[in-house]
T-cell receptor, first 115, second 113 residues
């Protein structure tokens, strides 16, 4: 099993450009999450999904959109990138949160720089 | 909104010394999880605590969940260079937003050989 994979690993954008980050998981998890990690800020939730076809806003959703058309994939889109979106983006997945062990499995991350 | 505070932000120790990081929530938690992130890596799950006053051990690591379920700690005995990384606590609220985790900002541990 590959677990959680993310593409691309690195990307440099110019202000105003758009891009999509892809997250895929092969563990049949219902829940998927997108976080951003900035120095000294920990992990902040951008959007999440509790199942195929559903998405919801997290703590810092502005400037991002998501889609979950297939259970195994969760896409994060930046329509018009801004320098403030320079960050490391992590995708994660988990089974239903209310089970005994609901650990989140993280992907390797995407390092995005917006110039 | 709910906050999870974690201290210290940084800790530098000599190999063999002990290390402790503390986590405090502004609200009562249903459970708390701990993750480790190696430099350049991604967060990796260490453990989940659910019960009030719970204590769990993993070799040199001891995890505690407070009686009021609002605070937690991670203690490492006799640190090794392999312990280097950032340790995050993450709390889950009762009936919170779909069971989302609120992460602390992490404690970055460096170990001098």
């Amino acid at each position: 099993n590959a677990g959680v994979t993310q593409t691309p690993k690195f990307r440099v954008l110019k202000t105003g450009q758009s891009m999509t980050l892809l997250c895929a998981q092969d563990m049949n998890h219902e829940y998927m999450y997108w976080y951003r990690q900035d120095p000294g800020m920990g992990l902040r939730l951008i959007h999440y999904s509790v199942g195929e076809g559903t998405t919801a806003k997290g703590e810092v959703p502005d400037g991002y959109n998501v889609s979950r058309l297939k259970k195994q994939n969760f896409l994060l889109g930046l329509e018009s990138a801004a320098p403030s979106q320079t960050s490391v983006y992590f995708c994660a997945s988990s089974v239903f949160p209310w089970v005994t062990s609901n650990e989140q499995f993280f992907g390797p991350g995407t390092r995005l720089t917006v110039l | 909104g709910q906050q999870v505070m974690q201290i210290p932000q940084y800790q530098h120790v000599q190999e063999g010394e002990d290390f402790t990081t503390y986590c405090n929530s502004s609200t009562t938690l249903s459970n708390i999880q701990w993750y480790k992130q190696r430099p350049g890596g991604h967060p990796v799950f260490l453990i989940q605590l659910v019960k009030s006053g719970e204590v769990k051990k993993q070799k040199r690591l001891t995890f505690q969940f407070g009686e009021a379920k609002k605070n937690s700690s991670l203690h490492i005995t006799a640190t090794q260079t392999t312990d280097v990384g950032t340790y995050f606590c993450a709390g889950m609220n009762y009936g919170g937003s779909q069971g989302n985790l609120i992460f602390g900002k992490g404690t970055k541990l460096s170990v001098k050989p």
